[in-house]
T-cell receptor, first 107, second 119 residues
């Protein structure tokens, strides 16, 4: 199956800092999605991004499918950004998830 | 539409008991999925329905697990004779298929999950 690797595994930020999370995948994929899992376990859609760049407020994402990676940018981080960020790639209709990046934003 | 709804949110059961979870997908989504997430890991695919048809089951889904989606609406996941290794978060998601080139792709929407603890 497709391997998905995320880095770094853990990230500690001071409130207001910027950060970049990376997702590498082992094979060509149809699509890719970024999720944020909050402390209560809810997986929240962030971006559905097969290629190119998308922005939503302080978050933006870029996927370069030909080079098999995607980046998630968090700018001016807030404590509410804390949680685990997952990248998931589509193999037809199934998602293969990475192990996630745990982000802790300190006030 | 309030998104994907899962019940119960938490379930504690004794080893050997049967448990059943329910998922209500987004009404216009015809695809429904079950995933399992253990501590410190990303979710893993269990099974997939298109309308009422179960089209794929992962090898993670042992004979003690059964999923149904009668009439292509809500779905249930039953675990018989639970074991401690079944303790996990069980996540349900729904999606719509691509409707054609250039159409907007909805992607997955997940429910809040059911956290199962087997004691």
């Amino acid at each position: 199956g497709i391997q998905v690797e995320q880095s770094p595994p853990d990230l500690i930020l001071q409130e207001g800092a910027n950060s970049t999370l990376r997702c590498n995948f082992s094979d060509s994929v149809n699509n890719l999605q970024w999720f944020h899992q909050n402390p209560w376990g809810q997986l929240i859609n962030l971006f559905y991004i097969p290629s190119g760049t998308k922005q939503n407020g302080r978050l933006s994402a870029t996927t370069v499918a030909t080079e098999r990676y995607s980046l998630l940018y968090i700018s001016s981080s807030q404590t509410t950004d804390s949680g685990v960020y997952f990248c998931a790639v589509y193999n037809d209709y199934k998602l293969s998830f990475g192990a996630g990046t745990t982000v802790t934003v300190r006030a | 539409d309030t998104g994907v709804s899962q019940n119960p949110r938490h379930k504690i059961t004794k080893r050997g008991q049967n448990v059943t979870f329910r998922c209500d997908p987004i009404s216009e989504h015809n695809r429904l999925y079950w995933y399992r997430q253990t501590l410190g890991q990303g979710p893993e695919f269990l099974t997939y329905f298109q309308n009422e048809a179960q089209l794929e089951k992962s090898r993670l889904l042992s004979d003690r697990f059964s999923a149904e989606r009668p009439k292509g609406s809500f779905s249930t996941l039953e675990i018989q004779r639970t074991e401690q290794g079944d303790s996990a978060m069980y996540l349900c998601a729904s999606s719509s298929p691509r409707t054609g080139r250039g159409s907007f792709d909805y992607g997955y929407t997940f429910g809040s999950g059911t956290r199962l603890t087997v004691v």
